[in-house]
């Protein structure tokens, strides 16, 4: 289940030509708006930026085929949101549990850098991806422009939940917001996020579901 979800979105006309140039590059890539991937009705919504070109652009499941899922997988499988600690393609027999990962920006943008009419664009899809989301749910929110993109989602001021590693803000109907740095491969190198970093917020995040998970 995809809230709100069009495969064939083309709002963004800079985003939408780039894809289509990427295709024409790379014919066996995804090259379309990446969609949500787990249970579909999760306790745990995982928000990224946007899809990786060799990564979800090109699987066309979040967080697989590049360096920033490696981490991000094996730390949902420690936690037990995952069935397995490694994402290798869309059609594999992954599963998340009781967890569901999608995009502040459904497409693949030049040099990963969406502009911010095309990130509020893609707005819509993310609200709706929250909308359902019960009372006790987490969200996690990899990264500045994820976290602003979901304050925005719940029409609340940016000044009222400030971003930062570990940061918690409560949110409407019960929900809570964590932020975490993205686990990108210059995070992760230059030690702004460990493993251990990473793995707090994932812990933290376990404490605050108090009813049992649900699988996909």
């Not at 069009?6 to 379309?32: M, N, T």
């Not at 949902?76 to 920006?105: E, Q, Y």
């Not at 040099?111 to 095309?118: L, M, V």
């Not at 990473?198 to 108090?210: D, K, N, P, S, W």
Request: proline share 7%; charged share 25%; glycine share 8%.
């Amino acid at each position: 289940m995809n809230p709100g979800f069009d495969p064939d979105c083309r709002r963004c006309e800079r985003l939408a030509g780039f894809l289509d140039e990427v295709k024409s590059e790379c014919p066996d890539y995804f090259c379309r708006p990446v969609p949500a991937f787990g249970a579909d009705d999760p306790r745990l919504l995982i928000v990224g930026l946007a899809p990786g070109m060799h990564g979800a652009n090109a699987t066309g499941r979040p967080f697989t085929g590049d360096y920033a899922g490696v981490l991000l997988y094996e730390t949902l499988h420690k936690f037990g949101f995952a069935s397995a600690p490694v994402s290798v393609s869309a059609d594999d027999d992954l599963r998340l549990i009781g967890c569901r990962i999608t995009n502040a920006v459904k497409c693949l943008p030049p040099q990963n850098k969406p502009t911010g009419a095309e990130i509020k664009t893609c707005r819509s899809f993310l609200a709706a991806e929250l909308e359902d989301f019960d009372e006790g749910g987490v969200v996690i929110a990899l990264g500045s422009i994820a976290h602003r993109s979901v304050v925005a989602a719940f029409n609340k001021r940016q000044n009222e939940a400030p971003f930062g590693h570990a940061a918690e803000h409560d949110l409407p109907r019960g929900l809570t917001l964590i932020d975490s740095y993205h686990c990108s491969r210059y995070n992760t190198q230059t030690r702004r996020l460990t493993t251990a970093m990473f793995e707090q917020v994932f812990a933290r995040a376990r404490e605050l579901i108090t009813e049992p998970v649900v699988g996909a």
